[in-house]
C-alpha cells in the first residue's frame, strides 16, 4: 500500500516542485512504483516531466469534476516506474467549482484511496498557498514535507504551514504527520545558508531531514529540458542530493 506524501509551502519559489519532480524521479529509479500528482493549477510537475498541455486530454481537475475516471487522467510510464496524474490552469476554478459539494475537502482522498494498492508512494505536488486544494492534499497524505529555502525569511511562513497540519489533523485527518523539513538552495560559499540551516534546526522541534539540496545549476536547466535530474544530467550534485533525500524517505517509512 502506498505512502502518501504532500509536498507543501505556500511560499513560493522554495524548490516545493522540483523536490515533488525529483523525489519522485529518484524513488521510481531504484524500483519504487510512484505516482506524481500535480496538484498545482501551475502544472509545472506536468510540464517539468516533458508533458506539454496540448498533448494532455484529461486533467486531475477533470478527474476531481467527474468529467473522466482515474484511468483516462493518468498519464503511464512517463518514465519507468513513475506515473503521473497531470493539472493544468483549470484546477484554478476548483475553489468557486468545489464550493456546494459534501466533503469537498475530501475529493482527492477517494481517488487515491482507490489506487494506493498499486503504488508504493504517491507524491502530491501541492500550489503555493493555503486554499482547499492544499487542505485536499493534506487530507489525503499520509505525512508531509516541507521543503524551505536556505535564505533570511525561511522562518516565515513555516509556522502556517505547520499550523495547517496541525489543524488538517485535528479536524479532518487524525493520522496525518510531519515527514520532515527539507532545505533547498543551499549555498555553501555563503555563511548565510549555514546560519539559516542552524537557526531552524535550534528553533524548530521537528524533524529535519539530514540531506540539503544544493544552489546547482544543472537542477535549474532540468525542468525546461522537460526532464527530472536524474535523467538530464545522472551525475550532478543535484541528482545525487534527490537520490539521497529518496534513499532517507525511504528508510524513514520504515520507522513510521
Not at 478527474?63 to 482515474?70: A, D, G, R, S, V
Not at 527539507?182 to 555563503?190: H, I, L, N
Not at 539530514?210 to 535530474?229: Q, W
Amino acid at each position: 500500500m502506498a505512502r502518501i506524501i504532500a509536498i507543501t509551502n505556500q511560499k513560493g519559489g522554495v524548490g516545493k516542485t522540483t523536490t515533488a519532480i525529483n523525489l519522485s524521479a529518484c524513488l521510481a529509479e531504484v524500483g519504487q512504483h510512484v505516482l506524481l500528482v500535480d496538484f498545482d493549477p501551475q502544472g509545472n510537475a506536468t510540464s517539468g516531466l516533458g508533458l506539454e498541455r496540448e498533448d494532455i486530454e484529461n486533467t486531475v481537475y477533470d478527474m476531481l469534476t467527474e468529467e473522466c475516471t482515474f484511468d483516462q487522467c493518468c498519464v503511464y510510464e512517463i518514465q519507468k516506474n513513475l506515473d503521473v496524474l497531470p493539472s493544468d490552469m483549470n484546477l484554478a476554478g476548483a475553489e468557486i467549482e468545489f464550493q456546494e459539494v459534501d466533503d469537498k475537502e475530501k475529493l482527492l482522498r477517494g481517488y487515491l484511496d482507490e489506487v494506493r494498492d498499486d503504488y508504493d508512494f504517491i507524491i502530491i505536488d501541492c500550489p503555493p498557498s493555503l486554499n482547499i486544494l492544499t487542505i485536499n492534499a493534506l487530507t489525503a497524505a499520509d505525512t508531509v514535507i516541507v521543503p524551505i529555502q536556505c535564505e533570511y525569511y525561511a522562518l516565515e511562513g513555516l509556522g502556517q504551514v505547520l499550523r495547517t497540519v496541525d489543524l488538517v489533523k485535528k479536524k479532518l485527518n487524525p493520522s496525518l504527520e510531519l515527514e520532515g523539513v527539507v532545505f533547498t538552495m543551499y549555498d555553501a560559499r555563503t555563511n548565510l545558508s549555514l546560519e539559516v540551516v542552524e537557526n531552524v534546526k535550534s528553533n524548530l522541534n521537528r524533524t529535519i531531514y539530514k540531506t540539503i539540496i544544493p544552489r546547482n545549476v544543472r537542477l535549474a536547466e532540468a525542468p525546461s529540458h522537460g526532464m527530472s535530474i536524474n535523467q538530464y544530467d545522472s551525475r550532478s550534485t543535484g541528482a545525487e542530493s534527490y537520490r539521497m533525500l529518496a534513499a532517507e524517505v525511504m528508510s524513514r517509512g520504515e520507522d513510521l
